[in-house]
């Protein structure tokens, strides 16, 4: 097997992930302009509750995963309703909201770990079966593929959300300034909530692929997290596009950089990448000035 090859593939599955979570954050960040640190749990959990409704319940595979996304939806929703949203008619600080969601991330860590223990869990199912493909000289697991192809749905669907639909171009009014779209007559507090119940549940479908790929454990919410976050900022923290972009590009500087060396090292070049554009260009790859 040709080694180049599969270390594409991992970085490519990698980068999807990536992906996954940068989008939905960068979706909540530019119409709220705070860093959602509840975002990596609520992902998480999204994997948990597929994990209940297959593996414990019964629920049919994909029904499970259709509902795993609406239960990381609708945490979303509950989060802004009873926290996030108060704290803006109160016109908090953003300091303020940032210790809120770490603390929405503790707690939700908490209730996982009580419910189902700290144990690793994965989904393994007929969804992600041991089948592979090989392309060229690399191999791909049938989990792999769909959630590949899984990302770049979810994208092209969010382009056409964004671009074409009312709620799209009033999120895009918000995200340029919530004061001036609520003065022409736009119901931010409404937009804003539909914007965490679609950030979050496309932060659940990263949570329940990593789930059916590797696993998942209740801590796995931040490191899930800092990833797309990395990937954000590096691609202009709040662009949408960018932030898929540098999730890709993250995922192949991360792959390529343990080629002869310990997985271990990831992490250490994944901030080491971050440093450097902070250093250097602070606004990303895409954001402006």
């Not at 056409?160 to 007559?185: C, F, P, Q, W």
């Amino acid at each position: 097997m040709d080694m180049l090859t599969q270390i594409i593939f991992n970085s490519l599955i990698a980068g999807a992930i990536y992906a996954l979570v940068a989008l939905g954050f960068n979706l909540i960040y530019g119409a709220t302009k705070f860093f959602n640190f509840a975002h990596g749990s609520i992902a998480i959990a999204g994997g948990y509750a597929t994990f209940y409704f297959n593996k414990i319940l019964g629920v049919d595979v994909y029904l499970s995963v259709l509902l795993g996304i609406l239960c990381a939806g609708f945490l979303g929703y509950i989060s802004n309703k009873l926290v996030f949203s108060p704290l803006r008619k109160k016109k908090s600080s953003h300091m303020i909201f940032m210790v809120a969601s770490l603390g929405i991330l503790i707690v939700i860590q908490a209730v996982i770990s009580l419910i189902f223990t700290s144990e690793f869990q994965t989904l393994s199912s007929s969804l992600a079966s041991s089948k592979k493909y090989i392309f060229l000289t690399g191999i791909i697991t049938k989990t792999q593929l769909i959630l590949f192809l899984s990302v770049l749905l979810i994208m092209g669907l969010l382009v056409l959300v964004l671009k074409k639909t009312m709620l799209g171009k009033t999120i895009s009014a918000i995200s340029d300034s919530e004061e001036i779209a609520r003065n022409i007559g736009i119901n931010s507090n409404r937009v804003i909530s539909y914007v965490f119940v679609i950030g979050s549940a496309i932060a659940g479908v990263a949570g329940i692929f990593v789930g059916f790929d590797t696993g998942i454990s209740p801590t796995m919410g931040m490191s899930l997290l800092l990833k797309g976050v990395i990937a954000s900022i590096i691609g202009g923290v709040g662009n949408v596009y960018g932030g898929v972009l540098a999730a890709f590009m993250l995922g192949l500087i991360e792959n390529f950089g343990v080629w002869n060396f310990s997985g271990e090292w990831k992490d250490a070049i994944s901030f080491a990448v971050l440093i450097l554009f902070l250093l250097f260009r602070p606004q990303g790859m895409f954001g402006k000035k």
